[in-house]
């Protein structure tokens, strides 16, 4: 437009200059000395009119180029409104294809269970059929046997009245072998019988568990551990120091300290200012690190109350929380790192750290995590400085609409869930997005959702991680 403007004052200058030069000749007066041209006072006039005119226009044509700027300034700002929506609208469809995509892997899965559960009846029929035909051949075979017997019993009573003749006592032989044979196939049946009923049993067994695993009910029972020997010690009380034979002077501050000497296993340690207690040491390339959480097979109930998460619960061997006591009494001995396994549901490991504390009881073990590091998403950041929470006490963490009641187990709630690693164990991937929601899971912001099979969560000085 811009261009166009220039055009229009060029061709005015133009013929400014065209305008004045025809009006000299117009009237030449004749003089002694030639041709020469005096305008008068008319012409003089008229050419001033002319000038005056092609300002007019030229300013006119100015405001017009002013107003064309202003136009295409207003243009470019709603084309870069317009890209702005359009951006806004890509964004929303990425993520509406990653839960689209997320949806379609939730159905495959459940048409592989369904597939699988299928085939099983479909092999549970033909097993029935089997037996039921092999059932008909042994009835008709004991008829058989039977109705000889009989014509045999009937032979053998006149062997009292008279001997038995040569062919009588050929086809008695013969039917003695025909006895034993139909013996030996009844017996060979009822064996095939037996071996096909008990496939049939591990069959109906295996439909069951998972139908179970499958099942909304299932997933809110884990298995109970009450039934265990209520003369066993309990091995998430503190030792007092009469009550073994340990040397308390000489007991490691923590897992670190028995590097080279011990094996992975449970042992003993004392930290500073605490009582002694049981713990799961790990010995690994790096020194040795003290577990303080371990999810592997569901065996544990991790849905428990402020008090069980405070003091500890599980199987030091199996599922286990340490306790919110003893790992606070571990950090108050100098720096850690917190080390983080996972294993998803594709048999994919991760791993994650962070420099560890945490607070005591009278700030409601707060967490403070910094530094991390890993092969996936940081989602625990977010949770440095809230506290620890449960079903039965949320101390008084900012949550939307309470995410302690809404998810299982206790954590370090943040928003409603980037991760928790203490909710139900699921043996299979949970068909829905809100029970999987209360399981175990690890999720960065609007990143990838990981769906865990296995947790562990170590501590280990940050010296020795330095070294």
């Known amino acids: 437009m811009l261009k166009l403007v220039s055009l229009l004052l060029l061709l005015g200058t133009a013929a400014t200059f065209s305008l004045a030069s025809p009006a000299g000749d117009e009237n030449p007066t004749l003089t002694s000395h030639g041709f020469t041209t005096s305008p008068g006072p008319t012409e003089a006039k008229s050419r001033f009119a002319m000038l005056d005119d092609v300002r007019l226009l030229a300013n006119g044509l100015l405001q017009l180029g002013q107003s064309l700027r202003e136009f295409v300034h207003k243009t470019k700002a709603q084309i870069n409104d317009i890209f702005q929506k359009l951006n806004i609208f890509d964004r929303s469809f990425n993520h509406l294809s990653v839960v689209t995509s997320e949806i379609k892997e939730e159905e495959e899965e459940l048409k592989k269970t369904t597939n699988y559960l299928k085939a099983?009846?479909?092999e549970i029929r033909n097993l029935s059929l089997e037996i039921n035909v092999k059932i008909n051949n042994i009835v008709q075979e004991r008829t058989q046997l039977q109705s000889k017997v009989g014509s045999l019993e009937e032979r053998l009573k006149g062997l009292s009245q008279g001997m038995i003749p040569v062919e009588h006592l050929n086809e008695i032989t013969s039917l003695k072998e025909v006895i034993e044979s139909q013996e030996k196939t009844i017996t060979n049946l009822l064996k095939a019988v037996q071996e096909q009923h008990e496939q049939l049993e591990h069959q109906k067994i295996k439909i069951k568990n998972m139908e179970e695993k499958l099942s909304d009910d299932s997933f809110q029972d884990t298995i109970d551990k009450k039934g265990m020997d209520a003369t066993s010690p309990d091995m998430f009380e503190y030792l007092a120091e009469n009550s073994t034979d340990l040397d308390y002077t000489d007991l490691p501050k923590d897992c670190s300290e028995l590097f080279d000497r011990k094996d992975s296993g449970i042992h003993v340690i004392k930290p500073k200012q605490s009582e002694p207690f049981h713990v799961y040491c790990e010995m690994g390339p790096d020194g040795g690190s003290t577990v303080i959480q371990r999810r592997m097979d569901g065996s544990t109930d991790f849905d428990q109350v402020w008090s069980k998460f405070e003091k500890g619960f599980g199987d030091l061997e199996k599922d286990f929380w340490l306790g919110l006591k003893k790992i606070h009494s571990l950090t108050q001995q100098g720096a850690y790192i917190l080390r983080i396994d996972l294993v998803d549901w594709r048999e994919e490991k991760h791993w994650a750290e962070y420099s560890f504390s945490l607070e005591g009881p009278s700030e409601q073990y707060t967490l403070n995590l910094a530094n991390f590091s890993g092969d996936l998403g940081d989602a625990m950041t977010n949770s440095s400085g809230l506290s620890f929470a449960t079903n039965?006490?949320?101390?008084?963490?900012?949550?939307?609409?309470?995410?302690?009641?809404?998810y299982t187990g206790g954590w370090w709630f943040n928003s409603c869930g980037e991760n928790n690693l203490n909710g139900r164990y699921f043996w299979l991937?949970?068909?829905?997005r809100s029970i999987r929601r209360k399981g175990l899971y690890w999720k960065q912001g609007a990143g990838q959702t990981?769906?865990?099979k296995t947790t562990k969560m170590t501590l280990r000085q940050a010296s020795s991680a330095q070294d």
């Not at 039965?392 to 809404?406: E, F, I, P």
Request: glycine share 12%; net charge positive; hydrophobic share 20%.
């Open 450 to 452: 990981y769906f865990l």
């Open 429 to 432: 991937r949970a068909k829905g």
């Open 120 to 122: 099983n009846n479909e």
């Open 392 to 406: 039965d006490r949320s101390n008084g963490n900012q949550l939307n609409a309470s995410c302690s009641r809404g």
